[in-house]
């Protein structure tokens, strides 16, 4: 099993930027797809990126021009960069990691281990 720890949340104005950190412990980083989803208050968790084992990013349309994913396997750490923050991406944002040997999409129920989640909020 793999254990997974966000870091890097916080309050952001409008515009700004943030890096989002993800650490995992507890096996080969490299056999997992990892991704990002976020969950704001009273809505449904929703995807945000993935980056395959091999390291091929993969968006949302919502988000496509504002992140970037990217993962380090000597660090077994993934990253979410987001750019040009506004007050719709405050949310509670959760790194996943799936184990499945095929390909992996985008629904959060292709993911079997989750991060505890970190606070991103955006005042405009």
């Known amino acids: 099993q793999v254990q997974l720890v966000e870091s890097g949340g916080g309050l952001v104005q409008a515009g700004g930027s943030l890096r989002l950190s993800c650490a995992a412990s507890?096996?080969?980083?490299?056999?997992?797809?990892m991704a990002w989803f976020r969950q704001a208050p009273g809505q449904a968790r929703e995807f945000v990126a993935l980056?395959?084992?091999?390291?091929?990013?993969y968006y949302a349309d919502s988000v496509k021009a504002r992140r970037t994913i990217s993962r380090d396997n000597a660090k077994n750490t993934v990253y979410l960069q987001m750019d040009s923050l506004n007050s719709e991406d405050t949310a509670v944002y959760y790194c996943?990691?799936?184990?499945?040997?095929?390909?992996?999409?985008?629904?959060?129920?292709?993911?079997?281990?989750w991060g505890r989640g970190t606070q991103v909020t955006v005042s405009s």
């Open positions: 996943a990691a799936s184990s499945a040997p095929a390909a992996v999409g985008t629904s959060r129920y292709n993911y079997n281990y």
């Open positions: 507890g096996d080969t980083f490299s056999r997992y797809v």
């Open positions: 980056i395959s084992r091999s390291g091929t990013p």
